[in-house]
Antibody, heavy 119, light 111 residues
């Protein structure tokens, strides 16, 4: 059974930091590009970041560039998102999702973890 | 990249067909045949229902179909059913750096 399980969300003050994790199982993590997608309360889906299979290439949405860092540990089948300098507008459910190598869609999604940035 | 444009809501009676448009630019929808659609019920995780413009994953009913013309992609739900009431998001590949741009989302209501 395919599973993507996010953790690490919670309440943080503006300017603070948080590290999200996404543990993968049931599929070939080492053949998967991985992504973070977020959804603010009552709003739509927004792509945040992606990392290639080897972890050597990353990219970010303009809204998080320079503040967020995506990484992965293929030995642990785990994806990470380090979030620094958090702002109120970063409040959202954060989903990890994967696209299989050479495909261009998200076929597996985690259940999401809520990040709330508030004083 | 700006979000792709979708109508805020569409509605139809059971058995009818509804079509959701998704308008982008030549840098995303018009430039690649990599449009995907996701269904999201309230409080649930998005589910892939269409990929590569018009392909359906295993298990997705053939009532769902996709197409594209120029910079606009479309999702059609034929034979609308009560369980189709959900939010729908398009997403287009937009190059190796940005990867994916989502649409603004459309709420489908079954009357």
């Amino acid at each position: 059974e395919v599973q993507l399980v996010e953790s690490g969300g919670g309440l943080v003050q503006p300017g603070g930091s948080l590290r999200l994790s996404c543990a993968a199982s049931g599929f070939n993590f080492n053949n998967s590009w991985m992504h973070w997608v977020r959804q603010a309360p009552g709003k739509g889906l927004v792509w945040v970041s992606r990392i290639n299979i080897e972890g050597t290439s990353t990219s970010y949405a303009d809204s998080v560039k320079g503040r967020f860092t995506i990484s992965r540990d293929n030995a642990k089948n785990t994806l990470y998102l380090q979030m620094n300098s958090l702002r109120a507008e970063d409040t959202a459910v954060y989903y990890c999702a994967r696209n299989r190598h050479k495909e261009n869609y998200f076929d597996y999604w985690g259940q999401g973890t809520l990040v709330t940035v508030s004083s | 990249q700006s979000a792709l444009t979708q109508p805020r809501s569409v509605s139809g009676s059971p058995g009818q067909s509804v079509t959701i448009s998704c308008t982008g630019t030549s840098s995303n929808v018009g430039g690649y045949n990599y449009v995907s659609w996701y269904q999201q019920h309230p409080g649930k995780v998005p589910k892939l229902i269409i990929y590569d413009v018009n392909k359906r994953p295993s298990g997705v009913p053939d009532r769902f179909s996709g197409s594209k013309s120029g910079n606009t992609a479309s999702l059609t739900i034929s034979g609308l059913q009560a369980e189709d009431e959900a939010d729908y998001y398009c997403c287009s590949y937009a190059g190796s750096y940005t990867f994916g741009v989502f649409g603004t989302g459309t709420q489908v209501t079954v009357l």
